[in-house]
């Protein structure tokens, strides 16, 4: 009767190891690819909310046409694009490098309402008020 050995069973330990420390640089560069596409799906939506907001006075078209240009040169895409008054209302995407899947945000740009501007004053101590 033969007798096994254990030669080799350093090399196979080893092998295994090696493909689970590659799994896990995977798997991080993989959230942080989509931590960093997130960042630059709202950096995007505030860009293009922002910079149509100053637009939205002459209307929906105009305001969504000027946000999606700052979208755009952020490397994103626009998703959605609303005016309701003097609000707009944008929302982007960015699609992940590594991994089938994209980032979504949203951004809103307008005119400070009465009622936060009334908490704004009241949260100032007495003698910092205007």
């Known amino acids: ?7 080799g069973a350093a090399s196979i330990f080893v092998l295994g190891v090696g493909l689970v420390l590659v799994s896990l640089g ?14 630059q ?12 907001g100053r637009h939205a006075v002459e209307g929906e078209a105009t305001a969504c046409a000027v946000a999606r240009h700052y979208v755009e040169a952020n490397s994103a895409r626009m998703t959605g694009c609303a005016v309701t008054g ?5 929302r982007t995407e ?13 951004s809103r740009a307008g005119p400070v309402s009465a009622s936060a501007g009334d908490l704004l004053e009241q949260a100032l101590p007495r003698g910092r008020r205007r």
């Open 1 to 7: 009767m033969r007798r096994w050995d254990d030669r």
């Open 26 to 39: 995977l798997a991080g560069a993989t959230v942080g690819a989509a931590r960093v596409a997130r960042h």
């Open 41 to 52: 799906a709202g950096a995007a939506a505030d860009f293009g909310a922002l910079a149509g």
């Open 86 to 90: 003097l609000e707009i209302v944008v």
């Open 94 to 106: 960015v699609a992940l490098v590594v991994f089938p899947a994209s980032a979504e945000a949203a």
